[in-house]
């Protein structure tokens, strides 16, 4: 790999730590409102990924043994025993998990607040700041931004900017 695509994942990197800082701040402000544990995976959804985060997970995965879900092609690939199998490595999406999640609606005029059913219970609506909410769409954008130096300096195989890569392809890569 050319040391300009290495870079460029270091700074996927760089934005990933930013977003786990933003999350572990937000969950600690919402500990008491939420229910999340280890064993509840309902969020374990099958992901689509921006490429430089497929490729970013594939070279930190790679070369460890890691248990792959191949039977429940509805749930995430690395949920297996009820826990994430690459939990320090899971993509951005999966760091917000349970968080009230904020993103601008599909004219550009509203935020729109989604949250679990299972957290927030005992909350009125007007709980919810646009400081206390995971700002999606500000990380993002700069996901996108990485995206796009990646897919033009990445070699090995090619890649679209807008393109999606369902999570599950990454056991094509994996040793079995
Ligand atoms: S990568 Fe881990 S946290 Fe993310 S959906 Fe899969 S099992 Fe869940």
Redesign the pocket.
């Known amino acids: 790999m050319k040391i300009k695509t290495k870079q460029i994942l270091d700074q996927y990197l760089f934005i990933r730590n930013e977003i786990d800082r933003t999350c572990d701040r937000l969950h600690q402000e919402h500990k008491e409102n939420t229910k999340c544990r280890k064993g509840c ?1 309902d ?3 099958n ?1 689509s990924l921006l490429p430089v985060e497929f490729i970013s997970i594939l070279e930190e995965i790679k070369d460890k043994e890691v248990k792959l879900n191949i039977e429940d092609k509805d749930k ?4 297996s025993d009820g826990t ?4 320090a490595h ?2 951005s999406i ?1 760091r917000s ?1 349970g968080l009230p999640i904020l993103n601008m609606d599909e004219e550009g005029e509203n935020m729109e607040l989604s949250f679990c059913p299972l957290n927030f219970q005992e909350v009125e609506i007007d709980y919810f700041t646009m400081e206390n909410g995971y700002q999606q769409d500000t990380f993002n954008s700069k996901l996108y931004l990485v995206n796009k130096e990646f897919v033009n300096s990445y070699e090995d195989e090619k890649f679209t900017e807008n393109q999606l890569i369902d ?1 599950r392809e990454l056991s094509n890569y994996l040793k079995k």
């Open positions: 995976s969020c374990c959804m992901f995430c690939l690395f949920l994430c199998q690459i939990y899971r993509p999966c998990h999570l």
